[in-house]
T-cell receptor, first 114, second 109 residues
Framework: KAGVTQTPRYLIKTRGQQVTLSCSPI?????VSWYQQTPGQGLQFLFE???????NKGNFPGRFSGRQFSNSRSEMNVSTLELGDSALYLC?????????????FGPGTRLTVT | GQQVMQIPQYQHVQEGEDFTTYCNSS?????IQWYKQRPGGHPVFLIQ?????EVKKQKRLTFQFGEAKKNSSLHITATQTTDVGTYFC?????????FGQGTRLTINP
């Protein structure tokens, strides 16, 4: 079974631009979560989707948004990019949503904002 | 809000020495998961603990969940160079998923 895939793997953008990142979960997995990882803040939860519905959201500004499609693929969008948005963005899929759901992470998208 | 403190932040050991990382929560957790992230890699699920006082072993790794379900630990016996990486705990808080800050393990061969 193929793992979680994320595209693109690397991205360079300038301040003020917007970016869309894509995540394809493991086949059959219906839940997708997104995380931001930086050296200073560690792994921080962005949002979680299950069956096209956002179940939970972390403490990020409204510039960060996401969605999930009927095939469980998910996208996250960041508008009006800031230098501080430079990070590794990880998505993780799980079979179901819930406390006991084991998460499978993708390789991440490395975003650099200049 | 619900928080978890993970210590230490860094640990450097000689190969063959033991290693332990701890996660401590201010509130009772329903469960806790542990992940390992190798340098340049992504987090990989190691184990999940659900029951009070639970202890699980995976070869040289021992995971414990405290009796009060407020703390957890991961212990590695006789570290090997393949153990290098950052170890995270994760729990699901009120409407969000919370990672510990991670413990970065480096090993002198």
């Amino acid at each position: 079974k193929a793992g979680v895939t994320q595209t693109p793997r690397y991205l360079i953008k300038t301040r003020g631009q917007q970016v869309t990142l894509s995540c394809s979960p493991i086949s059959g997995h219906r839940s997708v979560s997104w995380y931001q990882q930086t050296p200073g803040q560690g792994l921080q939860f962005l949002f979680e989707y299950f069956s096209e519905t956002q179940r939970n959201k972390g403490n990020f500004p409204g510039r960060f948004s996401g969605r999930q499609f009927s095939n469980s693929r998910s996208e996250m969008n960041v508008s009006t990019l800031e230098l501080g948005d430079s990070a590794l963005y990880l998505c993780a899929s799980s079979l179901l949503a819930g406390e006991t759901a084991e998460q499978y992470f993708g390789p991440g998208t490395r975003l650099t904002v200049t | 809000g619900q928080q978890v403190m993970q210590i230490p932040q860094y640990q450097h050991v000689q190969e063959g020495e033991d290693f332990t990382t701890y996660c401590n929560s201010s509130t009772t957790l329903s469960n806790i998961q542990w992940y390992k992230q190798r340098p340049g890699g992504h987090p990989v699920f190691l184990i999940q603990l659900v029951k009070s006082g639970e202890v699980k072993k995976q070869k040289r790794l021992t995971f414990q969940f405290g009796e009060a379900k407020k703390n957890s630990s991961l212990h590695i016996t006789a570290t090997q160079t393949t153990d290098v990486g950052t170890y995270f705990c994760l729990f699901r808080g009120a409407q969000k998923l919370v990672f510990g800050q991670g413990t970065r393990l480096t090993i002198n061969p």
